[in-house]
């Protein structure tokens, strides 16, 4: 609901007299670029989410931006502005806030129940399967001290007189530009605009307020923070400070702003405000920050006081113009390498009214068509990616790095049985590679407690692993329901450092950082693998998540290890360890592949045929080896891939029960392998029906594994490589007949740009970063066709069963169009 003295009221048409930034002082305010859009300039764009009020809500309306380390929702309240922040780095729990008895990672599992594992295997291996009851309790255990990722704090910016009835309202996420602005005239015909962004070249969080006439900017700015806490705020010479530590841990914690006025007055309260009476126009410099760092096993760091002051005080040196100027062109330079145009209609309707009249029409009963919405969905998973995860931050956890709560839903950490890698499919297929150290570093730091976990809990001397609840202290234990054992998640999250180096071919990143990690956690796989009664390798206990029961040989459990064998064993011959790959060669020979067809024709979901054709249950871990995998092809395995199909879609017309975004955003990538593009874009289109916020977060309720989701299912249906060649459009629904995209990713370092029409590419572009030998698929190549080179002569190609086969040149691009 509008807050009081609010009247909603659309801006179209609205005058918009004085909308430009009032910047006097040229010192500090130098503007970035004269073609820059005021803010609260009316929509022109594709990338614009707008709204004609103010958000009352946190999860469903307000705005986020981001950093990486440090994030903050927008309310665009009118008399008092509400920017709930985070940093990626405060949570409870860790060492210091567990029984000093007990071991952080497993507690003293060990010394209480050393043979509950060898128990457990042994009752799988008499009766074919074990409860998730009394049968395997022994395999869980009290999760000490895991803790949960916190809310940071709130800045508010105070009126200094209420506003009263205010008219052309506008709050706007522009996407592009990653600016976020509000805009509205009060009575006495004055316009107010804040900007607001998060800035990774310079680590802060910039706002910037300014008015149509000199001297309307007054406001009193004041920080706060929840009560599991101690806390203290002081103000001085400008800057407000706020400084504790939680209670649950010690973790020291501190935020500064620095308010600076152009024009009028600023004072400093001793509760630690700052008040700006009478300027032309202000800027707000926020910085949060906390002792921990990512070393085992203590995680803690240098105090945050001195990094904070200096980002501040060199942010504030550099002026707002040259801030914004660096934070635009680190922007633009990610999220404007890919263009999706799939037909879309800006609409000059709200962003929530838009979305609101697609909803009533489908509980209608009818079927709209919104392009529009559709690309945005999947424009705005990229960009929650960038503001969630570059270099030096935590990666994104399951809510990114937005969370407003003490005790948020499953401690917003990072679960590792689908839904940290699912924050990751867009990384590289979407062009956005500098998204991804940030998990790899993440990975390294579970090593040293994954060797813990793997000698004290698996019995396993060499390699690590780390269960299916992690979090930024190197947690890999188990928790209290057994199920959460299960070491083949640490392989599913590791196979990303493998994809990684197939977009990218950076031998380099694969010898020093990928490899020996994969190596590491093959051998763990070693000593871990038991032998079924057939002969087999299998993992015992297996369990598929989260539905169970334990068994030895799921299909979850053994595609994951094939995976990992698989790719763990490629990337040893690219670096030349051949003392490894007769061992890795002989494993996977003898690995169950966990590929099995059913009674009813289903890809079975465990060794033995247990599925049920009604089951409805949100995971679809059977899928994996379809998809993220590439185990079951088309072309490779027809049968499985038949089988697959069956299995998807029994699952699918049973998940009513479970109408969740993450999981029909798995759908829309597992559709788009069965290159079913209409079944891909239902999932799509229900997706925004059921399990989308009016701000375009995924609801269930706020969890960013959905948005991440949706823009790798997007990406998949327009390009996949992951069967040895480069195909376009291998899952177009009919409703995107026309249209085109620009900069989508394809594994052996391809950037590939593409234009259809009535189902068919007329066109396509192709880009070799690393040289690659290029196998490209394409409805154009049905016919002759003409190839264009750039920077040299077109190498000689065939053309055979619709295939396109070259050697390319590093740099070069080649243009692939009708003879």
Request: with cysteine; aromatic share 10%; net charge negative.
């Given at each position: ?5 609010f ?5 179209l048409?609205?005058?918009m007299?004085?909308g ?18 005021a ?7 594709d ?16 705005f ?17 502005e ?5 940093h990626?780095?405060l ?13 952080y990672?497993?507690g003293n599992?060990?010394?209480?129940r050393?043979?509950a594992?060898a128990?457990?295997?042994a009752t ?13 309790a022994?395999?869980g255990?009290?999760?000490w ?20 009835e205010?008219?052309?309202y ?5 996407l ?12 006495d015909?004055v316009?107010?605009?804040r900007?607001?962004f ?22 009193t700015a ?5 009560d599991n806490?101690?806390?203290?705020y ?21 935020a ?5 006025a152009e024009?009028?007055?600023v004072s ?6 700052v ?5 032309d ?20 760091g ?10 501040v ?9 040259a801030?914004r100027?660096r934070?635009?062109?680190?922007h ?6 890919v263009?999706?145009?799939?037909g ?8 929530d ?9 489908r509980?209608?009963?009818q ?13 705005i ?14 990666p ?11 005790t948020?839903?499953w ?12 924050n ?7 062009n ?15 090593r ?12 396993v ?11 930024v202290?190197?947690?890999t234990?188990?928790?209290?329901n ?6 083949e998640?640490?392989?599913?999250l590791?196979r ?12 380099d ?11 590491e ?8 693998l038991?032998?079924d009664?057939?002969?087999s390798l299998?993992v ?6 989260e ?5 030895a040989?799921a ?7 094939w995976d ?5 064993l ?5 670096v030349?360890d ?9 494993t996977?020979a ?16 465990w060794?033995t ?22 185990q079951i ?18 699952r699918t017309?049973?998940?009513a ?5 993450w999981?029909?955003?798995?759908k829309?990538?597992?559709?788009a392998?069965l ?7 239902e999932q799509?289109?229900h ?11 995924n609801?269930w ?9 949706v823009a ?19 899952a ?9 995209f620009?900069?989508?990713r394809a ?6 740009n ?8 007329t ?6 970063d690393?040289g ?13 066709v ?6 040299g002569p077109t ?8 295939e ?16």
């Open positions: 609901m509008p807050e009081p003295g009247s909603r009221r659309s801006l048409g609205a005058a007299a004085g430009a930034l009032a910047l006097t002082n040229a010192a500090f305010a130098r503007v970035a670029s004269a073609a820059e859009p803010a609260g300039s009316a929509p022109d764009q990338y614009v989410l707008w709204f004609d009020e103010p958000a009352t809500l946190w999860q469903e309306q307000a986020p931006v981001g950093n990486g380390s440090a994030g903050a929702m927008i309310y665009g309240t009118v008399d008092s509400q920017i709930q922040f985070n990626d780095t949570w409870t729990g860790g060492p210091g806030s567990h029984d000093e008895g007990h071991d990672n497993f599992w060990y010394d209480e050393p043979t594992l128990d457990v295997r799988i291996a008499a009766t074919g399967s074990a409860d998730t009851g009394p049968a395997t022994a395999l255990q009290t999760k001290g895991y803790g949960a990722y916190q809310t940071f704090g709130d800045l508010f910016l105070d009126r200094a007189a209420p506003a009263g205010v008219a052309g506008r709050r706007q996420l522009d592009a530009t990653g600016l976020a602005s509000v805009a509205f005239t009060t009575a015909g316009t107010h605009q900007e607001l998060a800035s990774f070249p310079d680590h802060v969080i910039v706002t910037r307020l300014s008015a149509s006439r000199r001297g309307q900017v007054s406001f004041r920080l706060a923070t929840a806490r101690t806390v203290a002081s103000a001085q010479d400008g800057r407000i400070t706020m400084r504790g530590a939680l209670t649950d841990n010690g973790l020291v914690f501190e500064q702003v620095r308010v600076l024009g009028g007055r400093t309260d001793a509760a630690g405000t008040t700006v009476t009478g300027a126009a202000a800027t707000l410099v926020l910085v949060p920050g906390t002792d921990y760092a990512p070393v085992y096993p203590h995680y803690r240098e105090d945050p006081h001195r990094t904070v002051t200096s980002t005080d060199s942010a504030v040196r550099r002026g707002h113009g801030l100027a934070h635009l062109a680190d633009r330079a990610l999220f404007g390498r263009r999706v145009d799939l879309q209609q800006p609409t000059t309707l709200p962003t009214e838009a979305l609101q009249q697609f909803k009533q029409a509980n209608q009963g079927i709209p068509a919104d392009p529009q919405l559709e690309m945005l969905h999947f424009q998973g990229r960009y929650l990616l960038i503001g969630s995860s570059r270099a030096g931050s935590r994104a956890n399951l809510q990114g790095v937005w969370n407003d709560s003490t948020p839903d401690q917003s950490d990072y679960t590792t049985n689908i839904n940290l890698e699912m990751y499919w867009p990384s590289d297929v979407t956005l590679p500098e998204t991804v150290p940030p998990l790899v570093d993440f990975i390294e730091g579970l040293e407690p994954g060797r813990v976990t793997a000698r004290e809990l698996c019995g001397p060499d390699g690590f692993a780390a269960m299916s609840h992690v979090n202290f190197g947690y234990g188990v928790s209290t057994a199920a959460t054992w299960a070491p998640s640490t392989a599913w590791v990303q450092l493998w994809e990684h180096y197939l977009f990218t071919m950076d031998e990143f694969l010898r020093r950082r990928a490899y020996p990690i994969l190596k956690h093959t051998r763990f796989w070693l000593g871990y038991v032998s009664t057939d002969g299998v015992s206990p297996s369990f598929s998540p539905l169970g029961p334990f068994t040989g299909t979850y459990s053994q595609t994951i290890v990992l064998f698989s790719n763990t490629a990337a040893a011959k690219v030349g051949h003392a490894y790959q007769p061992e890795l060669a002989r996977l003898k690995l169950d592949p966990g590929l099995r067809i059913g009674s009813w024709g289903q890809l079975q979901e060794k045929d247990l599925d049920e054709q009604d089951n409805g249950h949100r995971h679809m871990s059977f899928s994996y080896p379809l998809f993220p995998g590439h092809t088309a072309e490779g395995t027809p049968e499985f891939y038949e089988a697959a199909r069956v299995a998807v879609a029994a017309s049973h998940t029960q479970n109408d969740i975004g999981n029909r955003a798995q829309i990538n597992v559709f392998r290159r079913d593009g209409d079944q891909a874009r799509l289109d997706l925004l029906w059921r399990n989308t916020f009016a701000n375009f977060l609801d309720p706020f969890q960013i594994d959905g948005n991440f989701g790798s299912g997007v990406a998949e249906m327009l390009v996949q490589s992951h069967a040895g060649f480069v195909e376009v459009l291998p177009l629904p009919t409703g995107w007949a026309t249209g085109s620009r900069g989508l594994r052996g370092a391809f950037t590939v593409a234009w259809w029409t009535a189902g068919r590419t066109k396509v572009e192709v880009t070799s690393a690659s030998d290029l196998r490209l698929r394409a409805t154009l190549l049905a016919a002759p003409r190839i264009h080179t750039t920077g190498p000689r190609f065939t053309v055979r069963d619709h396109l086969s070259l050697p390319t040149r590093r740099g070069a691009t080649y243009t692939v169009t009708p003879a």
